[in-house]
């Protein structure tokens, strides 16, 4: 068995295991994407509960797994609960948009500490901010990460011919670029030109500007359909962030 490790992470997902313990992920910045099952979690005497909800940063002790199976949680303590964020329906949906797109774009087990900077830094910035600029802060989340991993996007200029005439008529999900009007070609996808401006601007921002802009409903309509339909195309099995579906209701 291994030897228990000392790890910062923040807790992904959870799901019931058994009348008293769960199954979490969790990301850490040294040790990457981990499944592990904290036994007695559900018990009121277990002390972790609070450690292990989803968006929480917490001080986690486990006996990482050599042979495929799931980590054991030997104790928990929160470090950063995020409670202005759970107090809010807006802030806590896009916290978990943001949670569910870790869970299914970080590989089991790849340190990735740029992931887990920016997944923290957008977490807090979601906390700390109203609900009306909360998106701003999800919007810029998904575009750091999706390129930490490796395959961002980029809308300057047109993914086939290279012409930075705008407005690009379409966008290039397998691509990750615009398409101007002049190329053709198959799996194509209208925007608005609002939309590219609005990405072009989240890609290029200050972080302490994020507040400053006020995204208009239907450009935020059309950056989640953008951003799916290319996360489609580079994460298996991925189909929407689920999470985003309160709030459009």
């Known amino acids: 068995m291994s030897n228990p490790v000392t790890t910062t992470a923040l807790v992904l997902s959870r799901l019931p295991w058994s009348e008293t313990s769960q199954i979490v992920t969790i990301i850490t910045p040294d040790l990457g994407r981990i499944g592990a099952i904290a036994r007695g979690a559900k018990r009121a005497s277990s002390g972790v509960g609070p450690a292990l909800e989803p968006v929480t940063e917490s001080q986690i002790v486990l006996t990482p797994s050599q042979s495929g199976t799931l980590a054991r949680i030997q104790s928990a303590e929160v470090q950063d609960y995020f409670a202005a964020t759970k107090k809010s329906l807006t802030r806590i949906t896009l916290s978990l948009a943001l949670c569910e797109l870790a869970s299914r774009a970080v590989a089991e087990g790849e340190e990735n500490r740029r992931v887990y900077d920016h997944l923290k830094a957008t977490l807090g910035g979601i906390d700390a901010s109203a609900d009306r600029d909360a998106i701003n802060w999800l919007w810029w989340g998904v575009l750091q990460i999706i390129s930490d991993l490796g395959y961002g996007i980029q809308v300057t200029e047109c993914a086939r011919c290279g012409s930075q ?85």
Do not use: M
Not at 182 to 196: I, K, M, P
């Open 165 to 249: 005439e705008r407005p690009h008529r379409w966008f290039a999900p397998a691509e990750g670029g615009p398409v101007c009007g002049s190329c053709t070609g198959e799996n194509l996808r209208t925007w608005n030109a609002d939309t590219q401006e609005t990405l072009d601007w989240l890609l290029h921002v200050e972080i302490a500007d994020l507040p400053s802009r006020r995204i208009p409903k239907h450009v935020n309509r059309d950056i989640r359909n953008v951003l799916e339909d290319y996360l489609r195309y580079h994460i298996p099995y991925f189909e929407r962030l689920k999470s985003l579906d309160v709030l459009a209701e």
